[in-house]
């Protein structure tokens, strides 16, 4: 499985942007669709997911209502849309998928994309 992250970059506080994650998987059924954060000196927290079976959303308390997870299977990509960001939101966002080949599942990770919001 790969993933390939985009749309990153610097905005300022109150604009919107929309980053994406591109699934490239031939023998994996991806069982959840994620996106995580991590600024400096803080953990990896989990922003937002998306159970792609049951289209079951959840968020991170500080993103509800800004933010939203969605998906387009014909593209094999999931999106994060975030709404009045704010310089809190600075961080570099992964996507995160948890894939299942039958025999075993696995955590796939992308590479990592600077959002940072000025204010």
């Known amino acids: 499985v790969q993933l390939q992250e985009s749309g990153g970059g610097l905005v300022q506080s109150g604009d919107s942007l929309k980053i994406s994650c591109a699934v490239s998987?031939?023998?994996?059924?991806?069982?959840?669709m994620a996106w995580y954060r991590q600024s400096p000196g803080a953990q990896r927290e989990l922003v937002a997911e998306?159970?792609?079976?049951?289209?079951?959303?959840t968020y991170a308390d500080s993103v509800k209502g800004r933010f939203t997870i969605s998906r387009d299977s014909d593209k094999n990509t999931f999106y994060l849309q975030m709404n009045s960001l704010s310089p809190d939101d600075t961080a570099v966002y992964h996507c995160?998928?948890?894939?299942?080949?039958?025999?075993?599942?696995?955590?796939?990770w992308g590479q990592g994309l600077q959002v940072t919001v000025s204010s």
């Open positions: 998306l159970i792609p079976k049951s289209g079951s959303t």
């Open positions: 995160n998928v948890m894939a299942d080949n039958g025999r075993m599942a696995q955590a796939f």
């Open positions: 998987t031939s023998t994996f059924i991806i069982n959840t």
